[in-house]
């Protein structure tokens, strides 16, 4: 185990997006406690902070104000306090890990050779390249715990700063609560009273791990195509596309009718600009199993052809997706976009208008996920003529 939380620490350096999987997969939240803890004992000394504060920083305001960012700007659905509940733990892993590594390398260049015997200019490209590092990493901490777009995980991370600005105000009592906190007496009966709340935390870590765990043990078996298709589905959600595809195409060689392993795959390659490939695989769903026409596949068939400007043919799918499906507000969108290419500008202001509606009433823990929607269909709205 502390092997391989090593090695994995090690691949952050040259693949990082692999590397966030692995630590989700396998990654131990102690380790990376640890880890940041060794680093900054071996840093130089200052007087302004102890070695435990920057897993303190990291813990109690950085890692906080990362999951609000995203639940935010990402709309992940389920709320602040659900995301918080799910994802603290293996982010607070990640984050810790991408800390560690991109300050490993400067603590011990300032071992060999003090920053101050350094340049000016030399000692703040050091601390630039290791700022530039860290803040890569954490994209693909974002993106791969959250699995959200690439743009959302880049203005998460571009805001990160604000938490540390927050604690810079309040740094004097949050110091001293983090003394308070880093007392023996304090942590112990911290974790009698609150023992069960702070395990909750990272029950929902342990509990993807152990998953994980058990659809890779699945996995050996050569005739079990499901579970090379929810692992699939976890590269996906994760946007690792590469061993997505693999993991689809494994559970196609083992059953050739897997019409759901057909599906992610043509989703995967319209998402990449592939719409030949999106095409084949979309038919080949269909040809398998008529019944697929009921489903989402008609609306992937649409955003495809609407991507190759095919748009009548758009339409047609897209019309009777949304037939089938009136409340989806990705379809009425599409649908309203392909028939505001064909200059039926009327009907694209109703579709619209549904769209907007269908992601405003959706429920709860839906609207996270559905809001996008929405708001293209307002902004395609307002560039109606009236």
Not at 110 to 127: E, F, H
Not at 301 to 328: H, I, K, S, T, W
Request: overall charge positive; some cysteine.
């Amino acid at each position: 185990m502390l092997l391989d939380n090593a090695r994995t620490l090690l691949r952050l350096y040259w693949q990082p997006a692999a590397a966030m999987g692995a630590i989700l997969d396998k990654g131990s939240l102690l380790f990376a406690s640890l880890a940041v803890l060794i680093t900054s004992f071996l840093a130089p000394s200052n007087p302004s902070y102890s070695f435990y504060t920057p897993l303190l920083v990291i813990a109690v305001t950085y890692v906080p104000g990362i999951l609000i960012l995203s639940a935010l700007i990402g709309r992940l659905g389920g709320g602040i306090w659900y995301v918080f509940q799910r994802d603290y733990a293996p982010l607070l892993t990640c984050t810790a890990m991408a800390w560690t590594a991109s300050a490993l390398p400067v603590v011990l260049l300032t071992r060999a050779v003090p920053l101050a015997l350094l340049p000016p200019a030399a000692a703040w490209l050091v601390m630039v390249v290791a700022l530039g590092f860290f803040l890569m990493l954490m994209f693909y901490a974002v993106r791969t715990v959250f699995g959200t777009e690439n743009w959302v995980a880049a203005v998460v991370v571009a805001f990160s700063w604000l938490p540390l600005l927050a604690a810079m105000f309040i740094w004097g009592p949050l110091r001293s609560v983090m003394g308070w906190i880093a007392s023996p007496f304090f942590l112990y009966y911290a974790y009698y009273y609150l023992g069960g709340e702070i395990g909750n935390l990272g029950a929902g870590f342990r509990n993807r791990q152990n998953f994980r765990h058990m659809l890779d043990t699945a996995a050996i078996n050569p005739h079990d195509g499901d579970a090379q298709y929810q692992l699939g589905l976890i590269y996906q959600e994760r946007r690792q596309y590469t061993e997505a595809i693999r993991r689809f195409q494994n559970a196609i060689a083992i059953d050739p009718r897997e019409t759901d392993a057909h599906f992610q795959l043509g989703r995967i390659a319209r998402e990449q600009g592939r719409l030949k490939d999106a095409l084949a695989y979309f038919q080949t769903v269909l040809n398998l199993d008529e019944r697929h026409r009921q489903n989402e596949i008609l609306r992937e068939l649409g955003a495809v052809y609407l991507a190759a400007g095919q748009n009548e043919d758009a339409r047609g799918f897209l019309a009777e997706y949304v037939e089938a499906r009136p409340y989806d507000p990705e379809g009425q969108y599409e649908y309203a976009l392909a028939l505001e290419r064909l200059g039926r500008v009327a009907e694209a202001r109703i579709h619209y208008g549904l769209a907007s509606e269908a992601a405003r009433t959706a429920p709860r823990y839906r609207r996270g996920f559905l809001a996008r929607w929405g708001r293209l269909a307002q902004k395609q709205l307002r560039k109606l003529p009236a």
